[in-house]
Each structure stands twice: as C-alpha cells, then as structure tokens.
C-alpha cells in the first residue's frame, strides 16, 4: 500500500470518481469528506500522507482555513483541486503555503495529472515526514539576563508541554494601580520587551523569547489569540466554557476576549467543536 490520502471534496460524485482512480493507483483514501469539521475528525482518527482540498466546502470555513491549519498546525502538505480559477482566491491561497493549485474545468480532474503532482509531493516531503511533531515549549525559569550567574548545575530552561499552558500573555500577575485607577478597569504591568510570561494550570511561571505574533504561529491550532496581550489555550477537556461570547472560563479562571480577535476565535471555535443552532 501506497500513501494515505485525505479528499476534502463536498461534491460527492467528484469525491467517489477521485477515491477510485486512487485506490486503483495503491493509494488508500479517507472516507467522503464535506467540511473542514469532519477533515479535522478525518486527521484525529488518521493522519494523511497528503491532502485534495477543494476550497469551496460544507459549513462555514473554506478550504482556505483548513489550508492554513493544515500548514500551520498540522504540517501536512496538500494540493487545492478547486474551480475557483480567480487570481484573488490564488494568490490568497499563496499565503496559506499549498504544494500546488489545480483547476477543475467544468467539474472534471485531469486525474493522471493530479496522480503525478501528488507523487511529485510525497517524494518531495518523505524526509520532513519522518521528523518527530512537537508537543512543548522550550521556557526559560526567568529572563535571560537574570541567569547568566547560575551555576553549572543550575537549570535554566525546561520543556513545557503544551497542554500544560494555560496563558501565554505580555501581563504580569502585578497590578498597575495608576493605570487601573485611570481607565477604571484592572490593568497589570507588562513583561520586559520582546517576552512573553507563560502561565501553567498550576499557576508556574515561565518565559519565552518574542512577540505574541511571532509566538502565535509556531503553536497548536486550539491556542487563539484573545485580545492585545494574551494567547489562551481552549482544547477540549480544559475548556470550560463561552460567557455571554465575551469571555472564556478555562480551568475556573475567566479570560476577556477583544473585540478585534472575536473572528478568529470563531473560526477556532468551528473547528474544534460541533454546534447545533
């Protein structure tokens, strides 16, 4: 058996003629797959070797979310097989990092052709393939320039799983009271430049070098920024729950969300979890 392969397809017809000519090529292919929702499933029960995105999909994310996911988070290489021929869609796919972009004309593949990209991009990735996933941080136990005088023995970095991370924030646990006195509302003091403090469930405190941003793209897809200052983890079993969809209770404490990062929590929150309206 050949590689295993993801189609998120939501035109049936489409899917089942491509599942075929694939499987007849060694291939073993996920079952029918509509929305970034059950992908998402689809690579939690079984992580594909490569996936066919169409960006037109079921539900509201596109293939175009699920690419970035897919880049950023998941690290799995993936083709988009759509009909959507506009330079606005390809070069917005650009930023998402596919391995091609292949143009359905009138709803049909050239399948001998796809057949060829994708063994051109299995060959190409094998050896990323085999490299380990990480699943930790690498924080030091204080700012750097108050560790050049530990001693040989002394430790000053750890490996902090990401589970473990509640809040990766720009505040410290220390109010500003002229600040929070001014606006009315708590406000704590920030970290030095350029760190980040990294908070676990059990309240450990650690730091990281760099920018929210820059932090931000290198973690898991269930962290999400919330607002100007921190980064919240809401995997399933440790999020409690929305309040009033402005706040976030995760593990008892509750977080404020900022209007500015409401959609892209949204969009974390479609692809993590089932709701029913």
């Known amino acids: 058996m050949k590689a295993h392969i ?3 397809e939501d035109e049936a017809i489409l899917y089942e003629k491509l599942r075929k000519k694939l499987v007849k090529e060694n291939y073993s292919v996920s079952d029918y797959t509509p929305s970034v929702k059950e992908a998402i499933a689809s690579i939690n029960h079984k992580r594909p070797d ?8 079921q539900g509201e994310l596109t293939g175009l979310d699920l690419g970035k996911m897919l880049s950023e988070e998941y690290k799995i290489p993936f083709i988009y097989v759509t009909e959507r021929e506009d330079n606005e869609t390809f070069y917005e796919g650009l930023h998402t990092n596919h391995e091609d972009f292949v143009v359905k004309v009138n709803r049909k593949i050239d399948v001998e052709g796809l057949i060829r990209k994708i063994q051109t991009v299995l060959h190409r990735n094998k050896a990323k393939a085999n490299k380990p996933i990480k699943d ?3 924080v030091y136990v204080d700012y750097i320039y108050n560790l050049t005088d530990l001693g040989n023995v002394d430790v000053s970095q750890i490996p902090l799983k990401f589970e473990d991370v509640a809040v990766i924030t720009r505040n ?10 001014q606006k009315g509302k708590e406000i704590y003091k920030k970290v030095d430049t350029n760190y980040a403090l ?4 059990d309240d450990q405190k650690f730091y990281i070098r760099g920018n929210l941003a820059s932090i931000l793209n290198t973690l898991p897809h269930y962290f999400v920024r919330i607002s100007e200052h921190s980064i919240v983890n809401i995997k399933d079993g440790i999020l409690n729950g929305r309040i009033n969809g402005k706040r976030l209770k995760i593990r008892d404490k509750v977080y404020q ?3 500015r990062y409401k959609p892209e929590l949204e969009k974390r929150f479609e692809s993590l979890y ?3 309206k």
């Open 136 to 138: 930790a941080l690498l």
């Open 274 to 276: 089932q709701e029913y």
């Open 257 to 259: 969300i900022s209007e």
């Open 6 to 8: 993801l189609i998120v």
């Open 50 to 57: 490569i996936v066919l995105l169409d960006i037109n999909l």
């Open 198 to 201: 990294v908070v676990t469930w």
């Open 172 to 181: 410290t646990t220390e109010r500003d009271e002229d600040q929070s006195k």
